[in-house]
């Protein structure tokens, strides 16, 4: 990584924002690709120090437009936006096909297919990669939790035993995945409506079995989906305790029984905490 490097110095007094609403903008070019640091310092009139009023900086590329309204971003520099996959092709691109490596034994891990990006779940605007989750969760309460998790990929045909007619497959109606929960620095929604910081690090769960009945989850929970929940191993408790709000990576890894072109959803069953408000009752 490169040194950092400063992008621009302005000498002399340069007025910000002419009003608190009031936005003002400043263009620059980067002269070569690396890791650059901007600072804001007041400007020194007659000796004496200016003063300065800063509120929501953000730097975006200039693609000649106007500049878009402000974003806020993770500790990781990253903001959230709508992008759920309106198909099960762009579903299934979404995904990147590798192999584990095994050291001394090339091509002997097993491969899974990884999502390229994390999906977000933020409670405080109760979505997922801002699609609203109003009609889900339980709305006008606060400090989520999880309780426990369930997988359930959705497609028909998505496992086969044409090719492995064994007893072991025909016995089996699952498919192992992995779920990882990246909860750094995330929001923890208080009494007071206001998200505090807090860092619970990283959690997973491991090689978990996933559905594969072929069909949506509904809710309330059928009699039938209740029955294929409570197998052994299908609903998870790894992830007990932590927050809902985080970013989440989801692997599915491969099996002679899968046909990933059968893909068509995924679900996520959630059992779930929380607390609610409490209002004392007038002396």
């Known amino acids: 990584m490169s040194t ?33 640091r901007i600072g804001f310092a007041p400007a020194r009139q007659s000796g004496v120090d200016g003063s300065v009023l800063i509120a929501q900086p953000q730097v975006e590329r ?3 437009k106007a500049p878009v309204p402000y974003q806020s971003t993770d500790s990781a520099g990253l ?3 709508s992008n759920c996959a309106s198909s099960p092709q762009e579903l299934r691109s979404r995904f990147t096909r590798r192999c584990e490596t ?20 933020d409670t405080q605007a109760l979505s997922v990669n801002g699609t609203s989750l109003a009609d889900k969760l339980a709305a006008e309460n606060f400090n989520y939790r999880h309780v426990d998790l369930a997988v359930n990929l959705v497609g028909t045909g998505l496992r086969s035993c044409d090719e492995n007619p064994t007893p072991d497959c025909y016995a089996n109606g699952t498919l192992e995945y992995d779920i990882v929960h990246e909860a750094n620095q995330v929001g923890i929604v208080g009494y007071d409506r206001e998200a505090r910081r807090f860092d619970f690090g990283e959690g997973a769960i491991r090689h978990g079995k996933a559905l594969t009945a072929e069909r949506y989850l509904t809710l309330p929970l059928s009699g039938a989906d209740t029955s ?7 609903t998870k408790t790894e992830l007990r305790g932590r927050p809902l709000d ?18 068509e959803d995924i679900q996520l069953m959630i059992r779930y905490r929380y607390w609610s408000r409490v209002t004392s009752p007038t002396p």
């Open 228 to 234: 294929l929940l409570s197998g052994t191993g299908i």
């Open 102 to 121: 095994t050291a001394g034994k090339p091509g002997f891990g097993r491969c899974f297919y990884e999502a390229n990006q994390t999906f977000v779940l």
């Open 62 to 64: 200039d693609d000649g």
């Open 4 to 36: 950092p490097q400063t992008i621009l110095t302005l000498d002399g007094p340069v007025e910000i924002y002419t009003a608190v609403d009031t936005l003002r903008t400043v263009k620059f070019s980067v002269p070569q690709s690396g890791r650059y």
């Open 79 to 81: 903001t959230a936006q």
């Open 246 to 263: 985080g970013r989440y990576r989801v692997r599915i890894y491969e099996s002679p029984a899968l046909r990933w072109s059968n893909l």
